[in-house]
């Protein structure tokens, strides 16, 4: 494995849109389900390296709305491999401290897998390395319109006046209130989209795309993209001028 990395410019947070499973499966003649049955072995890769670089914050993006539209076989399947694998990985992130972190609506996945994912975050909810947040269940929109909806009711209350209304207000309201925006979102898989994911968050993260399909990723593509991070000028609206006398990494 290479590292050419600056380790005082590590980005706090990453977040992995995980896309490419079933059509690595489908490459290699096997099920789709298998394709996820190898996405699982790079997350715990891609966890590990996020660790050991002292990334501080991970969000993989590991089950969408719109994917309860996929065929009931394979959504069965997703539900089932999602409840298997945190009932077999809690201990070992609780022993590395890594913190598990749900966004998304947990309540409308399978019992077992909503009850397992609950008490992983209960058991690392005091750890203090790697903050590891699982978007399941999760869309966009959806959390736009439900942090809407909360706002409304605060200013129906009279909790909450119209002019105390601003975007570092609002970031409250969304389920990444105490969580950092990504500084870099990595998309495997060789499309370019962002599939309705942190729209609100990303405004100014650094976007990578990557044809390797997810199966396929490993801790030297992910320190590829890192690499490739590094090389970027982040300027937030600013001339680079302004930058040059600015630390956007502290």
């Known amino acids: 494995m290479t590292l050419n990395l600056d380790l005082l410019k ?3 947070h990453v977040a ?3 896309d490419g499973n079933g059509r690595w499966a489908k490459k290699q003649g096997l099920d789709r389900i298998h394709g996820h049955l190898h996405g ?6 891609i966890v590990k390296i996020s660790n050991e670089l002292q990334v501080n914050y991970l969000t993989l993006y590991a089950f969408s709305v719109e994917n309860w539209n996929r065929p009931k076989e394979e959504v069965d399947a997703l ?3 999602l409840a298997e694998t945190i009932a077999n990985e809690t201990q070992e992130l609780h022993q590395n401290n890594v913190r598990l ?3 998304g609506n947990l309540t409308e996945l399978t019992p077992k897998a909503s009850q397992l994912f609950s008490e992983a975050m209960t058991l690392t909810q005091n750890n203090t390395s790697l903050n590891l947040i699982m978007a399941l269940n999760y869309s966009s929109h959806s959390e736009i319109n439900t942090a809407l909806k909360k706002m409304f ?3 129906q209350s009279n909790q909450l006046d119209s ?5 570092t207000l609002f970031q409250q309201f969304l389920d990444t209130a105490d969580i950092p925006n990504p500084d870099l ?3 495997t898989g060789g499309e370019f989209r962002v599939s309705n994911f942190l729209l609100y968050q990303i405004a100014y993260s650094e976007l990578y795309f990557t044809q390797t399909l997810w199966p396929d990723f490993n801790a030297q593509s992910f320190i590829n993209a890192i690499e490739d991070y590094q090389k970027r000028q982040r300027r937030f609206g600013m001339t680079s001028e302004q930058i040059a006398n600015t630390n956007i990494y502290t």
């Open 163 to 167: 002019k105390d209304i601003t975007p």
């Open 40 to 45: 699982v072995k790079v997350v715990k890769d």
């Open 185 to 187: 979102l990595i998309r």
């Open 153 to 155: 009711h605060y200013l």
């Open 79 to 81: 539900m089932e491999l």
């Open 16 to 18: 992995i849109i995980m």
């Open 10 to 12: 590590i980005p706090k």
């Open 101 to 103: 972190r749900v966004i």
